[in-house]
Nanobody, 123 residues
Framework: QLQLVESGGGLVQPGQSLRLTCAAS????????MGWFRQAPGKEREFVAA????????DYVDSVKGRFTISRDNINNILYLQMTSLKPEDTAVYYC????????????????WGQGTQVTVSS
């Protein structure tokens, strides 16, 4: 059974960078698309980024394009989100998730979730 554990969140100032890590256990990590979502206080969970099974395709929500980079290490079962030029509106709990698909990056296909890591961007 797949388990996902996020880490790397914290408190940073606007303009700084942060790298989130999702460690996965289970037999199917390398076979499926993976993604990052976030949820700010009082708001619904929002799609942030996705990557297909071999890293050949990625997708990002418009608000993070050019600032965030999603990547994966299928040997060690790790998903990353490199965040640069952070803004206060990036403040949220960030979750990693596994898709039911191997190639599709459709946010509706994500089914398995981690517990989240808090990112706070404030001066």
């Amino acid at each position: 059974q797949l388990q996902l554990v996020e880490s790397g969140g914290g408190l940073v100032q606007p303009g700084q960078s942060l790298r989130l890590t999702c460690a996965a256990s289970g037999r199917a990590f390398s076979s499926y698309s993976m993604g990052w979502f976030r949820q700010a206080p009082g708001k619904e969970r929002e799609f942030v980024a996705a990557i297909n099974w071999n890293g050949g395709s990625t997708d990002y929500v418009d608000s993070v394009k050019g600032r965030f980079t999603i990547s994966r290490d299928n040997i060690n079962n790790i998903l990353y989100l490199q965040m640069t030029s952070l803004k206060p509106e990036d403040t949220a709990v960030y979750y990693c998730a596994r898709s039911s698909a191997s190639f599709s990056l459709d946010p509706d296909n994500f089914e398995s979730w981690g517990q989240g890591t808090q990112v706070t961007v404030s001066s």
